[in-house]
T-cell receptor
Framework: DAGVTQSPTHLIKTRGQQVTLRCSPK?????VSWYQQALGQGPQFIFQYYEEEERQRGNFPDRFSGHQFPNYSSELNVNALLLGDSALYLC?????????????FGQGTRLTVV | AQKVTQAQTEISVVEKEDVTLDCVYE???????LFWYKQPPSGELVFLIR??????QNEISGRYSWNFQKSTSSFNFTITASQVVDSAVYFC????????????FGKGTKLSVKP
């Protein structure tokens, strides 16, 4: 059983560009959450998707948007990249039946903005 | 507001020593969940334990043990007889009962176990 998979693993973008990160949830999971982890910090919640809709959102600007597909996979899009967007982006999946209390994380996508 | 504090930024021990990682949390909710995750250099967050606010029983899993005390809002993690493979960053996290999975993380404690 594959766990949570994210792609790509590493990415370098130029300031002002746009980026799309992808996440496939663990089998049987229907909810996907995205987190941003800056160097030396704990992960910060960006948003969560369930039934193809954004269900919760953290304190992130509208430049951060997402999407969930019918197969529960998800994308995170960031527009107008800033140097401060450089971070490890983690995807977590869970099943709605557990109220999100059993979240499994992927290995992350390390984004570098130059 | 919810908050998780891990006051220890870095800890260094020698193999076979016991080590305790501290976690203090703040929440106004009566129902909440506490977690510990391990993050090795590869980056993936590895789930270690979940505890709900109604269960203050301490738990032991092999060399790992957790002490949950609501009176002091603490959820500390002890590794007994540490090993080099325990070297990682450890995060404590909090989730309220209704947030559907929005985890609030502490800043993490980097544990280095030297041979």
């Amino acid at each position: 059983d594959a766990g949570v998979t994210q792609s790509p693993t590493h990415l370098i973008k130029t300031r002002g560009q746009q980026v799309t990160l992808r996440c496939s949830p663990k089998s049987g999971h229907d909810t996907v959450s995205w987190y941003q982890q800056a160097l030396g910090q704990g992960p910060q919640f960006i948003f969560q998707y369930y039934e193809e809709e954004e269900r919760q959102r953290g304190n992130f600007p509208d430049r951060f948007s997402g999407h969930q597909f019918p197969n529960y996979s998800s994308e995170l899009n960031v527009n107008a990249l800033l140097l401060g967007d450089s971070a490890l982006y983690l995807c977590a999946s869970s099943w709605v039946g557990t109220g999100g209390t059993e979240a499994f994380f992927g290995q992350g996508t390390r984004l570098t903005v130059v | 507001a919810q908050k998780v504090t891990q006051a220890q930024t870095e800890i260094s021990v020698v193999e076979k020593e016991d080590v305790t990682l501290d976690c203090v949390y703040e929440t106004r909710d009566t129902t909440y969940y506490l977690f510990w995750y391990k993050q090795p250099p590869s980056g993936e967050l590895v789930f270690l334990i979940r505890r709900n606010s109604f269960d203050e029983q301490n738990e032991i899993s092999g060399r790992y043990s957790w002490n949950f005390q609501k009176s002091t809002s603490s959820f500390n993690f002890t590794i007994t007889a540490s090993q080099v493979v325990d070297s990682a960053v450890y995060f404590c996290a909090l989730s309220d009962g209704g947030s559907q999975g929005n985890l609030i993380f502490g800043k993490g404690t980097k544990l280095s176990v030297k041979p």
